[in-house]
């Protein structure tokens, strides 16, 4: 079964930077486009793909994040990474890794990014 573990969030101030990781087990992870999805505030807001890297290592972003977010992968660890760089209050939200174009694994737990001052 696949297995998703996000890490690498935390409190950070405006115009900051992290580096999420997600380590994927279960399947090969080279052999599919893998993206990253983030759930903003609030009740019943629905993941919003932010951003996916193809297996020929071509990424592409969302117009929010673009300029400011890389998504890069290790298949040799069968990780996928996303490095933000000047956060502002708006990326505050739930991050997640998953799938491409291949409907969805079974989601992970996330990890929290919160940007504030």
């Known amino acids: 079964q696949v297995q998703l573990v996000e890490s690498g969030g935390g409190s950070v101030q405006p115009g900051g930077s992290l580096r999420l990781s997600c380590e994927v087990s279960?399947?090969?992870?080279?052999?599919?486009?893998m993206g990253w999805y983030r759930q903003l505030p609030g009740q019943r807001r629905e993941r919003e793909w932010i951003?996916?890297?193809?297996?020929?290592?071509?990424?592409y972003y969302a117009d929010s994040v673009k300029g400011r977010f890389a998504v890069s992968r290790d298949n040799t660890k069968n990780t996928v990474f996303l490095q933000m760089t000047t956060l502002t209050p708006e990326d505050t939200a739930v991050y997640y890794c998953?799938?491409?174009?291949?409907?969805?694994?079974?989601w992970g737990q996330g990890t929290q990014v919160t940007v504030s001052s």
């Open positions: 998953n799938v491409v174009n291949k409907g969805y694994w079974p």
């Open positions: 279960g399947i090969d992870m080279s052999l599919y486009e």
């Open positions: 951003g996916h890297i193809t297996t020929i290592h071509k990424s």
